[in-house]
């Protein structure tokens, strides 16, 4: 498991330019499977249940941790799958806290056996 999911989220005040190039390289390399950077603006993931209850299950779990953190994903649920895009709204772009909130993500995964 990433080093980043025992980071917290910080707020982003703006002001600051987004992560781009081999920083988000480096910082995706360290989350692991499954996450995509798209178009250099957020992060995605899709997560595979086998039906609607463990699909709904884990999106209140985000939810979550999301309200912890501070900080709030795109959630789509649908039957046994929930897709996680993750960006800092304030900059429009990503920040090092949204690899943070991808690792915490894959960290709840992991431990209800998902």
Not at 69 to 98: A, C, F, M
Request: aromatic share 8%; glycine share 12%.
């Amino acid at each position: 498991m990433s080093d980043l999911a025992g980071k917290q989220c910080i707020p982003c005040k703006g002001g600051v330019p987004p992560l781009r190039g081999a920083e988000l390289d480096a910082l995706l390399e360290q989350l692991g499977g499954g996450w995509q950077v798209v178009d250099e603006h957020h992060l995605a993931k899709d997560y595979r249940f086998p039906d609607f209850v463990g699909a709904l299950a884990f999106t209140n779990r985000v939810g979550g941790m999301a309200e912890e953190q501070q900080h709030h994903p795109d959630i789509h649920l649908s039957w046994g799958r929930v897709r996680v895009e993750i960006w800092t709204h304030k900059i429009d772009g990503l920040t090092e806290s949204d690899f943070v909130f991808a690792a915490k993500a894959d960290r709840l995964e992991s431990a209800e056996g998902a």
